[in-house]
T-cell receptor, first 115, second 114 residues
Framework: DMKVTQMPRYLIKRMGENVLLECGQD?????MYWYRQDPGLGLQLIYI???????SEGDIPKGYRVSRKKREHFSLILDSAKTNQTSVYFC??????????????FGEGSRLIVV | KTQVEQSPQSLVVRQGENCVLQ??????????LRWFKQDTGKGLVSLTV?????DKTSNGRYSATLDKDAKHSTLHITATLLDDTATYIC?????????????FGAGTQLIVIP
């Protein structure tokens, strides 16, 4: 069963608190991604991971860090959350060859509110 | 600067009607273009992918075209159903591997009414 699972699905945090968003996939995909989706904007890439301990910054990495210690798990960490990090966060995974035959598989999103 | 523009921003159609969603982009190079469907509160699900210079695909009631010379794609939905209510997102990939960048449009919100 090809699936990307995100936890938690909903989260409310106070400004300055730490946030851990977790993502798992059961497809043995090498590549995993964290995106955020804000109203009126396309998804923005925060971090990409090409495999275990092989992570690269995306377009908006500031304020975030990631951890990938197992191929099937990819975590997004916010140290000292800010109100402008209120968003919906999506995890995705794909095979390394991402041509016509291989798509991204997305989780259902983690809705974070920072107050 | 937004490199993938989708229109209309939102669209309301009656069940059974056809509709066309547009995607214009400036991404270079443009290796492939993919359409995703995002139900409210859910993740993105791939509908179809277009690869060739002038490409057409068909997936049930969904069909799509791509013209790389014009950097333009369309998604046609035939005989819409209530379950077609969703946001449709156009994504352009500049390479065929994970080393490339994906450029996301903001989406077209389609509402199908009875």
């Amino acid at each position: 069963d090809m699936k990307v699972t995100q936890m938690p699905r909903y989260l409310i945090k106070r400004m300055g608190e730490n946030v851990l968003l977790e993502c798992g996939q059961d497809m043995s995909h090498e590549t995993m991604y964290w995106y955020r989706q804000d109203p009126g904007l396309g998804l923005q890439l925060i971090y990409i991971s090409y495999d275990v301990d092989s992570n690269s910054e995306g377009d908006i990495p500031k304020g975030y860090r990631v951890s990938r210690k197992k191929r099937e798990h990819f975590s997004l960490i916010l140290d000292s959350a800010k109100t402008n990090q209120t968003s919906v966060y999506f995890c995705a995974s794909s095979l390394r060859d991402r041509d016509s035959g291989n798509t991204l598989y997305f989780g259902e999103g983690s809705r974070l509110i920072v107050v | 600067k937004t490199q993938v523009e989708q229109s209309p921003q939102s669209l309301v159609v009656r069940q059974g009607e056809n509709c066309v969603l547009q995607c214009n982009y400036s991404v270079t190079p443009d290796n492939h273009l993919r359409w995703f469907k995002q139900d409210t509160g859910k993740g993105l699900v791939s509908l179809t992918v277009l690869v060739d210079q002038k490409d057409k695909t068909s997936n049930g009631r969904y069909s799509a075209t791509l013209d790389k010379d014009a950097k333009h794609s369309t998604l046609h939905i035939t005989a819409t159903l209530l379950d077609d209510t969703a946001t449709y997102i156009c994504v352009v990939g500049d390479r065929g591997s994970a080393l490339g960048r994906l450029h996301f449009g903001a989406g077209t919100q389609l509402i199908v009414i009875p």
